[in-house]
């Protein structure tokens, strides 16, 4: 328990340092997503002030190969009405953004960021963009640490199937 106590702020700090460094201390324009767990896939994009920049990722569909049917438990389960407004899962919750609409907004405001994948970082690292109108800390960073990788992918296809564009 201590092991994974301390191993989640190292892992953050390195994470903030090697975020923030890479462009001379402005967000890099090059993310790394991995979404599913099937294939794997490499590119190569380049960036003016950092080189090339080699990431893996792996996708099985647009969903990153989760149930919905499987999204929903997750969903109900971990308490997620509780903050967002989400119509096929009943929720009205207004702490954090309306799921039916906002994340097709915020995909395309975050440097037009593919809409699953967008999900998927909003889920395991909230803080990575925050929507217009919210503040930073608002949603738990636990999430990523908490759910398997299946349950992830499971609530990112639940998502996905009631998003409006």
């Known amino acids: 328990m201590l092991f994974a106590v301390l191993l989640f702020p190292a892992g953050f700090a ?13 967000p890099s324009s090059v993310r790394t997503v ?11 994009a380049s960036s003016t ?10 996708t099985t569909s647009s969903s990153g190969g989760g149930d919905a049917a499987a999204g929903k438990t997750v969903f109900a389960s971990n308490g997620c009405a509780s903050c967002h407004t989400f119509q ?6 207004t702490v954090g953004p309306d799921l039916d609409k906002a994340p097709a907004a915020d995909a395309k405001a975050d440097h037009n960021m593919n ?9 395991v690292n909230p803080d ?3 929507a217009k109108g919210y503040n930073k800390g608002i949603m738990p960073t636990t999430f990523g640490n908490s759910l ?3 349950q992830v992918n499971d609530l990112v296809a639940f998502i996905l199937s009631g998003t409006k564009s």
């Not at 903030?16 to 890479?22: I, K, M």
């Not at 096929?88 to 919750?93: D, N």
């Open 14 to 26: 390195g994470w903030a340092v090697g975020h923030y460094t890479s462009l001379g201390g402005k």
């Open 34 to 44: 991995t979404i599913g767990s099937t294939a794997g896939i490499t590119t190569s």
């Open 49 to 58: 002030t950092s080189g090339t920049t080699t990431a893996s990722a792996t």
């Open 88 to 93: 096929p899962a009943g929720a009205t919750g």
């Open 115 to 123: 809409l699953a994948a967008f999900i998927k970082e909003s889920i």
């Open 128 to 130: 990575a963009y925050i």
């Open 148 to 150: 398997s990788s299946t």
